[in-house]
């Protein structure tokens, strides 16, 4: 069977959280660079891949998909290893929910605003957009809420016993969000995310998919 080829820049949260999942199956992959920074999502042929110009996309045996739900989904069914889903109904529905609320809430906030405005901003050789930063705040802080409230506390999982895609999601957020400034005032009151991510940022799979900005 042929090996899945990520595309996607190293740098992007969503294709690291396909990588994770790869990485969690113990699946060999390819990872073909698509730097969004240079312009290079926008290019037909990425075009071809990804009709919204995002990254990542993915393909394996013939098979082409975009939308890192659906890929995520797609890696865990098709491909031998450990399940990343809970068969448990309720514990399925909070490893959605949890996924939803960082699609919907704490990336667009967290990493489109945040880390872009602390971490991508500098490298780019300007100033942080503070207004932006505060603008993003009071969701960013009601989705590490939301985040703290729904993770299980239970173990070193957000949901369950097991790892889940809930945890590859917030794993490469919280990669970035831990390097800006507003970690502390964010995490504050959420000591259930702390242990989460002392725990999970020891995986093998984070080592091995750490992302450089620089
Ligand atoms: N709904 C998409 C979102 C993907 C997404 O927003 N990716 C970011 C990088 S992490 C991107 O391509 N940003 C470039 C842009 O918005 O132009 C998914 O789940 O895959």
Redesign the pocket.
């Known amino acids: 069977m042929a090996i899945p080829t990520v595309y996607g820049p190293a740098y ?4 690291r959280t396909v990588r994770l999942a790869l990485e969690e199956k113990g699946a060999a992959y390819k990872l073909e660079e698509v730097d ?1 920074f240079k312009g290079e ?1 926008q290019a037909p042929g990425h075009v071809a891949r990804h009709p919204f ?4 996309a993915f393909s394996h045996d013939g098979f082409s998909i ?4 659906a890929i995520a989904r797609y890696i865990d069914e098709a491909l031998p290893g450990p399940k990343l889903q809970p068969t448990d109904a309720k514990a399925r529905a909070r490893m959605n929910q949890i996924i939803g609320v960082i ?1 919907s809430y704490a990336y667009g906030t967290i990493v489109g605003k945040i880390v872009i405005e602390r971490l991508v901003a500098p490298i780019m050789g300007r100033p942080a957009d503070e207004a932006a930063v505060a603008a993003a705040m009071p969701v960013a802080e009601k989705s590490i809420a939301a985040l703290e409230a729904l993770s299980s506390g239970e173990g070193p999982f957000l949901v369950g016993a097991q790892l889940s895609l809930a945890d590859l999601y917030l794993v490469p957020v919280f990669g970035y969000l831990m390097g800006t400034p507003e970690a502390g005032k964010l995490l504050k009151d959420a000591p259930r995310l702390k242990r989460w991510w002392d725990n999970i940022s020891k995986r093998p799979s984070v080592a091995k998919t750490q992302p450089s900005l620089g």
């Open positions: 992007s949260t969503y294709a969004l999502t110009g995002k990254v990542p975009y939308e890192t739900d699609d």
